[in-house]
């Protein structure tokens, strides 16, 4: 597994889950990424308010505000600074057809569906970030 395109990037999870959200820390950070974990949106707003991640993982069902709420947010910060928008995979227990669009219509440029595979999740953000790194928008 390349986790090449991870290494130096600034990664933001987005979980309520500790589980999920330490596995999900310590996986990246083993692959030299700088990794912010929080446990809702709200931390999650505070932590862009200082630095725009490179990647997001969020999940949809958070504690307040939604992982659909988030990202709405997010990307108004990253338009209002004139910054691209930083590649973004929902990972959620919903997996259905209307919740997949809903996240990419949202603006996630990925639906991963849960118990994610930790190596798949790593690959799809190697993807997503190679294709940034190459001048394409990811998707």
Same mark, same amino acid.
Do not use: W
């Given at each position: 597994?390349?986790?090449?395109?991870?290494?130096?990037?600034?990664?933001?999870?987005?979980?309520?889950?500790? +589980?999920?959200?330490?596995?999900? &820390?310590?996986? $990246?950070? @083993?692959?030299?990424? @700088?990794?912010? &974990?929080? &446990?809702?949106? !709200?931390?999650?707003?505070?932590? #862009? !308010?200082?630095? $725009? %991640?490179?990647?997001? #993982?969020?999940? #949809?069902?958070?504690?307040?505000?939604?992982?659909?709420?988030?990202?709405?947010?997010?990307?108004?910060? !990253?338009?209002?600074?004139?910054?691209?928008? &930083? *590649?973004?995979?929902?990972?959620?227990?919903?997996? @259905?057809?209307?919740?997949? =669009?809903?996240?990419?219509?949202? +603006?996630?440029q990925l639906h991963?569906?849960? *118990?994610? @595979? %930790?190596?798949?999740? =790593?690959?799809? =953000?190697?993807? =997503?970030?190679?294709?940034?790194?190459?001048?394409?928008? *990811? +998707?």
């Open positions: 597994m390349n986790a090449e395109a991870v290494s130096g990037k600034k990664i933001l999870i987005v979980e309520d889950e500790v +589980g999920s959200r330490e596995s999900l &820390a310590a996986m $990246l950070i @083993d692959c030299d990424a @700088d990794v912010t &974990a929080v &446990a809702d949106a !709200e931390d999650a707003l505070a932590a #862009i !308010e200082h630095v $725009l %991640p490179d990647a997001v #993982i969020s999940d #949809i069902e958070l504690p307040g505000m939604d992982g659909y709420y988030f990202i709405q947010k997010l990307r108004e910060r !990253e338009s209002k600074m004139g910054a691209p928008c &930083a *590649p973004a995979v929902a990972l959620t227990a919903h997996c @259905d057809e209307a919740h997949q =669009l809903r996240a990419v219509g949202e +603006g996630f991963v569906s849960k *118990p994610a @595979d %930790p190596a798949g999740l =790593l690959r799809v =953000l190697d993807r =997503l970030l190679s294709e940034v790194s190459h001048g394409r928008e *990811p +998707g």
